[in-house]
């Protein structure tokens, strides 16, 4: 069964940090390319993240310097850390792996002001 199962978010102030995880199963993690996306509240779901199967990263440039994805390819996990919360950073965070396509449920995270 393929599944992905994201954790880590939670509250936190302005300026605060998050560190979320994506745990893999039942897929190949090592040759996929692994996305974050977010979806604010009353919002589409966006870009945030990509890590490739090279470990070669792209980022939306609204997180860009403040976010950085990484991957552990023995743990089969991806991970984002987030510093520099900013208000406009809530929403639910998705990861993403692309073979198969497969979404994990989300995690939410809030930033106060």
């Known amino acids: 069964q393929v599944q992905l199962v994201e954790s880590g978010g939670g509250l936190v102030q302005t300026g605060g940090s998050l560190r979320l995880s994506c745990a893999a199963s039942?897929?190949?993690?090592?040759?996929?390319?692994m996305v974050w996306y977010r979806q604010p509240p009353g919002k589409q779901r966006e870009f945030v993240a990509q890590?490739?199967?090279?470990?070669?990263?792209h980022y939306a440039a609204s997180v860009k310097g403040r976010f950085t994805i990484s991957r552990d390819n023995v743990k089969n996990t991806v991970y984002l850390q987030m510093n520099g919360l900013k208000p406009e950073d809530t929403g639910v965070y998705y990861c993403?792996?692309?073979?198969?396509?497969?979404w994990g449920q989300g995690t939410q995270v809030t930033v106060s002001s």
């Open positions: 039942g897929i190949i993690f090592r040759i996929n390319d």
């Open positions: 890590i490739f199967t090279g470990n070669s990263t």
């Open positions: 993403y792996a692309n073979r198969p396509p497969t």
